[in-house]
């Protein structure tokens, strides 16, 4: 099997060689958007649930098109509770979806740790479409993806990632995945929003953008969350522009082939300007195609199921 | 699983002798190669279809289009997907709308992976027609697919298994037949 | 004379015991002498009286029962959780004789009538004696006082927000200075919450990692140093609840070292486990102050070695499975400890070789007893026959089926402890007997 385990929850517990084959995985189904009919029917009578207990648009469609793709059947089940009112506990919703019998589960939801908690509930596979500032494995992967297919093997290219690592699961899945390739890893932003308790994991923590860029081969731009700093952790869009955005002239100081990333939606203006989202060294729509074959990846791999012998009839 | 061989059903020369036959049969059908194209299934359909085509252009004197067909993604038979699937790719350099389309595969047995491939072509347009080229027919057919052309027909029981070995892959071309061994 | 477990004669002996008594356990076998609800006599040997029933608890240790100076029984407002009733049966389990509630009820203990209520609760339940405290601050505000006076004539035996830090440094101080006239220490909830802000766990690589918000050690530092400081202008006693930074445990090292009046607890679990524990998500491992790091675990087991911090205090924390079945982020903090309390002190402090029996048992029950002027603790003649029985080697696995406690969420579910309560007296009479 290419993937162990039944669940994709993180890019903690998946080795290279599993990142290896998902994303050699994702790049046939990639070979497959470019055919006059862009599904296949392989998950044919398969039922995919998406659960999003948290705003997402982005995520959210890229998965549904990638079940569309396989041709399962697909439920959407998102519901607007906010953090703060309880409602429904996640063993009740569990509880429910193992009762209607669903091939695949796919969570989205504010608390770190949910998509751990319903992979040992639920019998069928999970998979993490991002759980609070713990990780999003999916966005991992097709950045991880994106990278390869512009620098071939990561092993000691070094991945700049800019911005709210606090809050962010993109840069805790990109660390794990990028350090298993070998990449080097540089975190950078404002002290209030780069854990120095992160340094244990082996990356590099640089609060200088100047320095952090210098001699990078990808910078990946995370979206600042406004709506996550009622608690000054800088003080305006315009400083942290100012500092920490990724304008022509951080860009103008880039190694000649590197290249600028960021997962979406993006601030304008903020983190990164608008100049440099619309220029010529980002990747961005690269990032949201790649996102569709990793996740048809996914969960192709997640379903092949019982590693038993090849029916002869498939010899 | 362990494979064990009991005997050559095809050498060498034998399988070459099919395919220069099989060459004729499908220039003669179609009265020319006009608007012809190969289809291997992958994997071992596709050395073949490459034989077939360098057959084909020995008498005609041209090339015949050849293309891949990867039948993965639709299968019947997902929950008892190999260990490890393999990675080959679909490859198709012309439309294949209005062709008329060889499918090439090495054994014919219960013709899922002939649906399966019938499947993928529609996806791709819409074919003047699609015939099947098999080097072996071993029978015990669970769908309604009949070959035709045909290297060899071989009865087979359930239970045995053929395996036809190409230079590409096995450093050898010939077909086998064998039993599961018990391990 | 046969001695049955089904009906406790008043006067009995229990022979065979070790005994444990100001810090000491006794190397020789000896007995305790029970009589209408009184120790009548003690010693080393075999006592010379005549005629009287005994029990042999050969094997055993016999100690003063335990004295916990910070339960949470939930009653009145969360009776799904605890009441006095299952909470005096826990303390019972667990070795414990006499329990101080912490007043963070709903509503909350703030006023005389409420006092005598928690007083008669557990008098009806009758398996330990409850000495409640009372809020601070009317509702647990943070605002204002609540009449102390009244509250201590009606049993109080301290004041606190606990739950919730007093913020308002004029408000502490105030209540510090009124207290200490009335003889009762401030217990104080050290948590500066503008530092810690929403957090869930302890501020460190594991919440970084985990991808939860931190509560920065900072934040109960600067909260210990405020309260020591209000305390050394004012000259009252401070009570230091659930000890858990290794700075805090310097704090008040030095306090004491200058002679302020300070006394501390720290908790089982702040003794025994680090903030690693949190790696699975699991809300059975949140509370408030959290598992900090490997040396913060360290100090405060050192710091209760060596006198800083006085006594080993519960923090026990009722929660229905169900709340602790929320997201890590989402469910309440707190955990249960009365039952588990003896077995995770020695088996993380005596086994390890950090203290040895004596000096645990009497931070468990001589020592809390003291600090907060209560009469418990001590096994000599004339007492109450307030003692405890317990297996010193007995392995057990805590398990969701063995708690007398309504709630089970406890740190240590399917861990082995080594020490188990074989029974508990309260006044000469049983309360508690190990069935197994």
């Known amino acids: ?120 509930v639920l019998e069928c596979s999970v998979i993490n479409a991002g759980d609070g500032a713990h990780e999003h494995p ?94 000054a952790s800088f003080p305006s ?38 100049t440099v989202a619309d220029g010529p060294r980002q990747v961005i729509l690269d990032q949201v195609a790649n996102g569709v074959a990793v996740r048809m990846a996914l969960i192709y791999l997640l379903s092949g199921g019982d590693p038993g012998a090849l029916s002869p009839a498939q010899e | 699983m362990k494979f ?112 399966a491939a019938l499947d993928v072509i529609m996806d791709w347009g819409r074919p003047e027609a699609i015939r099947l080229s098999v080097l072996v027919d071993r029978g015990h057919r669970e769908l309604p697919i009949r070959p035709d052309f045909v290297g060899k027909n071989v009865p087979t029981s359930q239970r045995e298994i053929i395996k036809v070995k190409v230079l590409e892959f096995d450093d050898k071309a010939e077909v086998v037949v064998g039993e599961v061994a018990a391990e | 004379m046969e001695w049955s477990w089904q009906r406790i004669p008043s006067e009995f002996l229990v022979t065979g015991v070790k005994l444990c008594r100001r810090g000491k356990l006794g190397k020789r076998k000896g007995f305790l002498h029970v009589r209408k609800g009184r120790i009548e006599g003690l010693g080393v040997g075999i006592p010379k009286v005549e005629g009287v029933p005994a029990l042999d608890g050969e094997g055993l240790i016999c100690a003063p029962g335990f004295v916990d100076l910070h339960a949470h029984f939930r009653e009145p407002g969360h009776e799904e959780k ?89 408000l502490m101080s105030n209540a510090l200075k009124y207290a200490d006239v009335l003889g009762v220490p401030i217990i104080t909830h050290a948590e500066d919450k503008s530092i810690v802000g929403k957090g869930c766990m302890h501020g460190g690589y594991w919440s970084a990692r985990l991808g939860l918000v931190g509560m920065a050690r900072a934040g109960e530092d600067v909260a210990v140093f405020r309260d020591v400081e209000l305390a050394r202008s004012s000259g009252a006693h401070l009570h230091v609840a659930h000890v858990s930074t290794k700075g805090a445990v310097e704090i008040i090292r030095r306090a004491k070292a200058e002679g302020l009046r300070i006394t501390a607890e720290a908790t089982p679990h702040h003794i025994s486990l680090d903030h690693s524990r949190c790696r699975d998500y699991s809300p059975l491992f949140k509370m408030n102050p959290p598992l900090r790091e490997a040396d913060d675990v360290n100090a405060v087991a050192e710091g209760l070695a060596d006198g800083t911090i006085d006594c080993l205090a519960t923090d026990h924390a009722p929660h229905t499975d169900t709340e602790k079945e929320y997201q890590f982020d989402q469910a309440p903090f707190g955990v249960t400890g009365l039952e588990t309390a003896l077995g995770v002190g020695i088996t993380y402090l005596v086994n390890t070789g950090i203290m040895d029996m004596g000096k645990l048992i009497q931070c468990m029950s001589e020592t809390p007893a003291r600090i907060f002027n209560l009469p418990a603790g001590r096994l000599e003649e004339g007492a109450e026959a307030d003692f405890v029985l317990f297996d010193p080697e007995r392995q057990w696995v805590v398990a969701k089926d063995d708690f007398q406690s309504l709630s089970h969420n406890s740190s240590f579910l399917g861990e082995t402890l080594t020490g188990r309560v074989t029974a508990t007296f309260l006044g000469g009479r049983l309360t508690w007997r190990d069935q197994d």
């Open chain 1, 1 to 120: 099997m290419i993937l162990k385990n039944k669940d994709v929850l993180g890019l903690e517990e998946i080795s290279a060689e599993e990142i290896l084959g998902v994303l050699e995985m994702a790049s046939r189904f990639r070979a497959v958007f470019d055919r006059p009919v862009r599904s296949v029917p392989i998950m044919r009578g398969r039922t995919v649930v998406n659960f999003f207990h948290e705003p997402s648009t982005r995520t959210r469609i890229s998965f549904e098109l990638a079940e569309k793709r396989l041709s399962a059947d697909i439920i959407n089940f998102s519901s607007a509770t906010s953090s703060f009112t309880k409602g429904e506990t996640l063993r009740d919703t569990a509880e429910n979806l193992a009762a209607m019998k669903i091939d695949m589960l796919i969570i989205r939801h504010n608390s770190a740790g949910a998509a751990q908690y319903l992979a040992k």
């Open chain 1, 138 to 231: 999916t966005q991992g992967l097709l950045d991880i993806m994106t990278m390869r297919q512009r620098l071939g093997d990561l092993r000691g290219k070094k991945v700049t990632i800019i911005g709210d690592i606090s809050h962010s699961r993109v840069a805790r899945s990109n660390i794990w995945g990028l350090h298993k390739l070998g990449a080097e890893v540089t975190l950078c932003g404002p002290p209030t929003m780069v854990p120095g308790g992160l340094a244990r994991l082996g990356v590099n923590i640089e609060y200088d953008l100047k320095k952090a860029v210098a001699d990078a081969d990808v910078l990946n731009v995370l979206r600042i969350q406004l709506e996550r700093h009622s608690s």
């Open chain 2, 4 to 115: 064990a061989e009991k005997a050559v059903i095809m050498n060498a020369s034998e399988m070459n002798r099919a395919i220069k036959r099989m060459a004729h049969e499908i220039i003669e059908a179609n009265k020319g190669i006009d608007n012809l194209v190969l289809l291997g299934v992958q994997r071992r359909g596709v050395p073949l279809a490459r034989m077939l085509g360098e057959a084909i252009k020995a008498v005609e004197g041209s090339e015949v289009p050849q293309g891949a067909l990867d039948i993965t993604f639709y299968r019947d038979d997902l929950s008892t997907l190999g260990p490890t699937p393999q990675v080959a790719s679909t490859e198709m350099p012309f439309d294949v709308t209005g062709k008329i389309i060889i499918l090439v595969d090495d054994v014919l047995y219960t013709g899922r992976t002939v649906r």
């Open chain 3, 82 to 170: 605890e009441t006095i009733a299952s909470g005096c049966k826990a303390a019972a389990k667990g070795g414990y004789t006499s329990v101080v509630t912490m007043p963070n009820t709903d509503p909350a203990i703030d006023n005389s009538g409420m006092i005598r209520y928690l007083i008669d609760r557990g008098r009806e339940a009758g398996l330990c004696r409850i000495h409640p405290t009372g809020s601070v601050s009317p509702g647990l505000k943070g605002q204002g006082m609540t009449e102390f006076g009244d509250m201590v004539n009606a049993g109080a035996v301290g004041f606190t927000d606990d739950g919730m830090p007093v913020e308002n440094g004029g």
């Open chain 1, 237 to 274: 869009n315009r400083e942290y522009h100012r500092m920490y955005g990724i304008t022509e002239d951080v860009v103008r100081t880039l190694k000649p082939e590197a290249f600028v990333m960021h997962p979406g939606p993006m601030n304008r203006d903020v983190e990164i300007s608008s």
